[in-house]
């Protein structure tokens, strides 16, 4: 394989942002954060300027962001080898990677959303690297759409916050983040509410999930790019905000919300699929709604090393995909009477611990105790694909009684931690987890998922179970309604 030179020049300048992300990242662990102002301009009574805010959340995900650039570059050099839109891929991977670096470095809202917008563009050219393929041309419209939903929704909560703030910058505004939320009342709230859903379209969350599964006539590397690192923009964003949104009742209630139905809804239909690519895929946007169910709950750190964690694995899951057939042909759970009582036993515990931190300093830790609940559900899941026909139910018990208390502690830990040097905020949020009612449905949604995904993967469904099981597969129907609705009759006769 011989590499053209304009080729081995953009990668030559991936492997160099890497480079450059560890100079900053080093920057600081040393320095401190730092902001560096580029130009600055006066259009009107606007000032709009162009400036790198360099802290811990933004030099960790400009490392994360260079490094998979990189290697999905280096992989990509020999997966299209030959190809004709081969440097057509290269060039828009390096405005990708350049765009996103932009967008986690960005020091104001302006910049932050000059590049979320550049991001999508180039998000499109890549989906569309195949343009001879109408099921490329139909998800990428997908995307376009809700993309451009999303952009509505963040544009407005920028200029709500302008017009309250009179600011851009990220400092300014977050110095202001308790006068915001007292004198600004229900102004302030909705304002959180569509930097909410800018970031919930951009993460693939239900319901404008749909067009990333049918991406897969993108080259692979398009969708580990995609899928390790561009869907995490919404994530950012979330954290990125967190010293307001921590503030924000109604965001952090539709973010635990949409983002425990999106997390339920992803596992089910993952769990029927039989391509592995659109395992893959239903897998990213469950991930996705855990991490914005954690946004919800306040535990923004925990949504950070979620993001950090996800991306790497879901980046070499897609590079790996020939080695994952084995995986896809596990059995599904098998729920028999011993598992089924450990079951309904863990879940009174996890009721009872979710009580608890409602009172626990007036709820201010609830996120530790909700969290750490559906983390029960996840340890009970894998011990159930175990034979527990030789195992006790005592004994299973307290493995995963173990299991949960070593992974709260585990998590409250790393919360606190990250919380005080990356993002400032100690502890979960207050205001937004007042409420119990939310986090206890969200845990009894995971809860009767658990049930329902053991009666779709056993045999001998019943009617309405073959009925619901097709239901999952088709991922909802969203996909094909949407697919009828926007194909143009070109499209649709070839």
């Known amino acids: 394989m011989k590499q053209s030179f304009g080729s081995a020049l953009i990668h030559i300048c991936l492997w160099l942002l890497f480079l450059l992300s560890i100079v900053f990242f080093a920057w600081n662990l040393s320095h401190g954060p730092a902001n560096i102002v580029l130009s600055e301009a006066q259009i009107a009574s606007l000032k709009v300027s162009l400036g790198l805010r360099i802290d811990g959340l933004s030099s960790l995900l400009f490392f994360m962001v260079t490094l998979l650039g990189a290697s999905v570059g280096r ?36 910049m932050l959303f000059a590049m979320w917008l550049a991001t999508s563009y180039c ?8 343009r001879e393929r109408p099921q490329a041309i139909i998800a990428a419209r997908k995307k376009f759409i809700v993309s451009r939903i999303g952009d509505v929704c963040l544009l407005g909560g920028i200029a709500m916050l302008y017009q309250m703030t009179g600011s851009f910058d990220f400092d300014e505004i977050f110095a202001r983040k308790n006068e915001l939320a007292s004198t600004h009342g229900s102004n302030f709230h909705f304002a959180g509410v569509l930097f909410a859903a800018g970031a919930m379209t951009k993460s693939a969350q239900f319901p404008f999930h749909f067009w990333l599964p049918e991406t897969m006539e993108t080259p692979t590397t398009v969708s580990a790019l995609m899928h390790a690192g561009i869907i995490n923009a919404g994530g950012f964003l979330i954290i990125r905000m967190s010293p307001l949104l921590h503030l924000a009742t109604w ?15 992803g596992a089910l239909v993952m769990a029927t699929q039989n391509d592995i690519k659109k395992k893959l895929a239903y897998s990213t946007i469950s991930q996705m709604g855990m991490m914005m169910f954690g946004c919800g709950l306040g535990a923004f750190s925990i949504a950070l090393f979620h993001i950090f964690a996800h991306s790497f694995y879901k980046a070499h899951a897609f590079l790996s995909t020939g080695n994952l057939t084995a995986e896809s042909k596990k059995r599904g759970l098998k729920l028999q009477a011993p598992s089924m009582f450990i079951l309904l036993l863990t879940s009174m515990i996890g009721l009872a611990i979710i009580a608890i931190g409602v009172n626990y300093h007036s709820g201010d830790y609830l996120a530790y105790f909700v969290y750490g609940a559906v983390l029960q559900l996840g340890l009970f899941q894998n011990i159930g694909h175990a034979d527990l026909s030789s195992s006790s139910r005592i004994r299973v018990t307290a493995i995963t009684a173990i ?31 007042s409420s119990a009612f939310i986090p206890i449905a969200a845990y009894l949604l995971f809860v009767a998922s658990l049930f329902l995904c053991a009666q779709l993967m056993r045999p ?3 009617d309405w179970e073959k009925r619901l099981y097709v239901y999952f597969w088709n991922g909802g129907y969203f996909s094909h309604w949407s ?12």
């Open 75 to 110: 992989y990509a050099a020999r997966y299209l080898d030959g190809e004709r839109r081969q440097r057509t891929f290269d060039w828009y991977l390096l405005l990708t990677i350049g765009c996103v670096s932009l967008l986690v470095l960005s020091s104001n809202l302006l």
């Open 123 to 130: 998000l499109h050219q890549l989906l569309v690297y195949y």
């Open 251 to 265: 965001a952090l209630t539709l973010l635990t919300a949409v983002g425990a139905i999106t997390a339920v809804f």
């Open 403 to 433: 299991g949960l208390v070593l992974a709260v502690t585990a998590y409250a830990i790393l919360e606190h931690a990250i919380g005080f040097t990356v993002l400032g905020i100690v502890g979960p949020a207050t205001d937004g987890t």
């Open 460 to 462: 001998g469904q019943s």
């Open 483 to 494: 697919t009828r609705w926007l194909a143009s009759p070109d499209l649709q006769n070839r």
